[in-house]
């Protein structure tokens, strides 16, 4: 360990930001500390306006070059990224897991092979980009996907590497420059992608990773003039604060926000199917914007559903995140287990019930939460209307079709929706009315990279994924060709 690095379990860190190819340390630092057992992991680079003005310089004067890099020498450097992500699996899958606590072996089996899949897939889809012609009075019209210039891109700490690099690949895919800030509480494997990055070739300032506080380092970089996309994933409040300053510069973003997604289960539905989907939503303590929260059963199998709930629920295991037969790790940070704590409590206060957990798990102390199930719980209270972001479901009961839908539809978000039914045509019919980005019919979290991602309402602004990624992150452009020999006469 040096004066500028860390070491998480024999994997060293450069606790500096990247600019411009190169190390920069700021003057002032923050403490980066693991929620596995609040240790202190080390002191990481506290960016400012300064460095975000560096990174936005770095990034303008590193496009020209990336941007006329041809396609085919774009797609190979990100093929070598991600053969250096697939290299560095476990030292990245052990460094995100002491960083956010979620589980090593789905880093290690899930989560950081996606993560150069995400590399790959933008790489090829490039390649596969057409540029779409058409005729208008035998003149030419040829749309094509122009680099855009420098995009800050900003992420949450639920899933830190996965969430940056599948705004990163096709953002540099595009031809365009990055500059990345992670979520102060998990800043470090952004640092390890930057090397990664350097070692597969990448020139310097098309990649730049500037550390810091959202306040801060962040809307420095997101009022920055000369940013030409924002794409951001979090919090709806931030999303705000962030809207509001891109408008400033008319810079166009991509919002994706949190949900409060309805899981519906119908009577004709296999039944032991519809717990493991439910059960499955605890899934990373519960901080995964997906998470369908609200379990919506139908009255005739309720009772059956809540008992066999409760029996799948209590085989989790939950504890160190290290371990592999852990299903369930502990909550990100004090504030967050005290923010999912005050949702249940204020719940059971106005009558809810815990058919399981309702309070933190006192016995393995630090930051584990009981999985929660509340039921007695109105429409319109704080816990079914508010996203709570840990283990905490709630589940109600419908009588008819109708009443499944219109409880699914009233909260401000619209991220997913899941459905189990053995009814195809029932299936049809709610997803038709469902306002969601994604529905799962029968199945959860299966994703394609080829596939539109985003929200409605609350839950975000545009779509990203295949060629959506690239209408978001290019200027398209229409050339217009007039055949030989044309006079125009006006
Ligand atoms: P957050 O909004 O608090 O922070 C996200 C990022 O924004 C961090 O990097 C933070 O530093 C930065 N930030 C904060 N204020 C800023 C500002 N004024 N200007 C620029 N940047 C700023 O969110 P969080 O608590 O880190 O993440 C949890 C949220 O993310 C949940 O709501 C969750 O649902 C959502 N999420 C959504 C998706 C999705 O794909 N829709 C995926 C994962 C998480």
């Not at 629920?313 to 967050?336: K, M, S, V, W």
Request: glycine letters at 8%; hydrophobic letters at 45%.
């Amino acid at each position: 360990m040096t004066e500028h690095t860390l070491t998480v379990a024999g994997v060293t860190v450069d606790t500096r930001h990247w600019i411009g190819g190169e190390r920069i340390a700021s003057a002032e630092t923050f403490t980066d500390v693991s929620p596995i057992d609040g240790s202190a992991l080390g002191e990481i680079s506290r960016g400012t306006a300064t460095e975000a003005a560096a990174a936005v310089a770095a990034a303008k004067a590193a496009f020209p070059g990336w941007a006329a890099t041809a396609r085919a020498e774009r797609a190979r450097i990100l093929h070598a990224i991600a053969d250096g992500v697939d290299k560095r699996i476990e030292d990245l899958a052990i460094v995100e897991t002491h960083d956010n606590a979620a589980l090593l072996r789905s880093h290690r089996r899930g989560v950081m092979p996606r993560v150069a899949h995400n590399f790959r897939f933008f790489a090829d889809w490039l390649l596969k980009l057409e540029h779409e012609e058409f005729e208008t009075r035998g003149h030419t019209n040829r749309v094509s996907w122009d680099p855009a210039g420098p995009c800050v891109l900003i992420t949450p700490w639920n899933a830190p590497l996965m969430l940056a690099t599948w705004k990163i690949a096709p953002a540099l895919a595009a031809g365009n420059t990055v500059i990345l800030k992670p979520a102060e509480w998990t800043p470090l494997t952004a640092s390890l992608l930057a090397d990664i990055a350097a070692e597969a070739g990448l020139p310097a300032g098309v990649l730049n990773v500037v550390q810091g506080y959202g306040a801060e380092a962040g809307n420095a970089l997101v009022s920055h003039p000369d940013v030409r996309r924002i794409s951001f994933t979090g919090s709806v409040p931030t999303a705000k604060a962030i809207g509001a300053a891109s408008a400033a510069n008319l810079v166009p973003t991509s919002f994706e926000l949190g949900g409060k997604s309805p899981l519906l289960v119908f009577a004709d539905a296999d039944l032991d199917l519809a717990v493991d989907l439910a059960v499955e939503q605890y899934d990373n303590a519960g901080q995964v914007c997906l998470a369908a929260t609200r379990i919506l059963v139908e009255e005739s199998v309720a009772d059956e559903f809540t008992k066999r709930f409760a029996q799948k629920a209590a085989t989790l295991q939950q504890g160190d995140p290290r371990d592999e037969a852990t299903d369930l790790g502990p909550n990100i940070h004090p504030r967050q287990l005290e923010k999912i704590d005050g949702f249940v409590q204020r719940a059971l206060a106005a009558g809810a019930r815990a058919v399981i957990g309702g309070a933190p798990h006192t016995d393995l102390g630090g930051l584990y939460y009981r999985p929660t199930l509340l039921t007695d719980v109105a429409q319109d209270s704080e816990v079914v209307q508010e996203e709570v972001f840990g283990p905490v479901l709630t589940l109600q009961t419908f009588a008819t079709e109708q009443e499944a839908v219109a409880l699914a539809n009233d909260t401000r978000f619209g991220l997913a929706a899941t459905l189990a039914t053995g009814d195809h045509e029932r299936a049809a019919r709610v997803t038709a009315q469902l306002v969601a980005g994604t529905v799962w019919v029968n199945c959860f979290f299966v994703r394609d990279l080829q596939a539109p991602f985003g929200g409605s309402r609350q839950s975000g602004v545009g779509r990203e994924g295949g060629t959506w990624s690239f209408d978001f992150y290019c200027d398209l452009k229409n050339t217009v060709t007039a055949p030989k020999g044309w006079q125009n006469h006006g």
